[in-house]
C-alpha cells in the first residue's frame, strides 16, 4: 500500500525566514502529487498539485514545490513565511491507477512574528 | 469558501447512538468523497461516491455507510457509536469520478461522550 511521509511534526520559524517541508511517498509507478493547507478552525485548500511537465511547481500564497522523481520526493518550499502562513500542511499522493489519495500526517507551522 | 457545505457544525452524542452528517456539493461536482480527521490516525480517506454509484471506499468501518442522492448531496451514517470515532469528519468533492483536484468543505466535529 502506498505510504506518505512528512519529515517534520512540527516547525517553528521566525517571520521572513524560509522554510522547506519535507514529503516523500513509497509508490514507484506514477503519481499526482499535492499539498494541502489547514489553517486553523478552517478547512483544507489546495496550495499546489503536479500531474506533469515542469517538476518546479508554483502554488498560492507563494509557495512552490519540486518534484524529484528519483528521490521520491514532493518538498514543500516558500523564501520568507509570514505569520499568516501558520497552519497545518499535508502533503497528498494519488497514483494513476487507484481512486484514492493518501495524505501524509502533517507537518503544523507555527510562524512566530 | 470553496463551496461544499457540511451540516451540522458540531454534533455531540453517546456511545452506542447513531449520527447522520451531510454534504452538499460544490456545483457541478459530481463526486463527493468523506474522510476522518482524527489526532491519532490523521487524514483518512473513508468512501467516495460518484454519480450515485459507490467508486472507492478506504479505510471504512462496517459501522459506518454512505450513500448520495440523486440530487449529489451525500449522507454519511454512523452507528453504534464508539468513543474512539470522536474526530472532524471532512467531505469533499470534485468534478469527475478521479480525485485530481477535490474540494474540502468546514468539516463536522463529532463527540462521542
Known amino acids: 500500500a502506498q505510504s506518505v511521509s512528512q519529515h517534520n511534526h512540527h516547525v517553528i520559524l521566525s517571520e521572513a525566514a524560509s522554510l522547506e517541508l519535507g514529503c516523500n511517498y513509497s509508490?514507484?509507478?506514477?503519481?499526482?502529487l499535492f499539498w494541502y493547507v489547514q489553517y486553523p478552525g478552517q478547512h483544507l485548500q489546495l496550495l499546489l498539485k503536479?500531474?506533469?511537465?515542469?517538476?518546479l511547481v508554483k502554488g498560492i500564497k507563494g509557495f512552490e514545490a519540486e518534484f524529484i522523481k528519483s528521490k521520491f520526493s514532493f518538498n514543500l518550499r516558500k523564501p520568507s513565511v509570514q505569520w499568516s502562513d501558520t497552519a497545518e500542511y499535508f502533503c497528498?499522493?494519488?497514483?494513476?491507477?487507484?481512486?484514492?489519495?493518501?495524505f501524509g500526517p502533517g507537518t503544523r507551522l507555527s510562524v512566530l512574528p | 469558501d470553496s463551496g461544499v457545505t457540511q451540516t451540522p457544525k458540531h454534533l455531540i452524542t453517546a456511545t452506542g447512538q447513531r449520527v447522520t452528517l451531510r454534504c452538499s456539493p460544490r456545483?457541478?461536482?459530481?463526486?463527493v468523497y468523506w474522510y476522518q480527521q482524527s489526532l491519532d490516525q490523521g487524514l483518512q480517506f473513508l468512501i467516495q461516491?460518484?454519480?450515485?454509484?459507490?467508486?472507492a471506499k478506504g479505510n471504512i468501518l462496517e459501522r459506518f455507510s454512505a450513500q448520495q442522492f440523486p440530487d449529489l448531496h451525500s449522507e454519511l451514517n454512523l452507528s453504534s457509536l464508539e468513543l474512539g470515532d470522536s474526530a472532524l469528519y471532512f467531505c469533499?468533492?470534485?468534478?469527475?469520478?478521479?480525485?485530481?483536484?477535490?474540494?474540502f468543505g468546514p468539516g463536522t466535529r463529532l463527540t462521542v461522550t
Open positions: 461516491y460518484y454519480n450515485g454509484e459507490e467508486r
Open positions: 469533499a468533492s470534485s468534478v469527475g469520478g478521479l480525485p485530481y483536484e477535490q474540494y
Open positions: 456545483s457541478g461536482d459530481l463526486s
Open positions: 503536479y500531474f506533469s511537465g515542469d517538476p
Open positions: 497528498a499522493v494519488k497514483d494513476n491507477y487507484g481512486q484514492n489519495f493518501v
Open positions: 509508490y514507484g509507478g506514477t503519481v499526482n
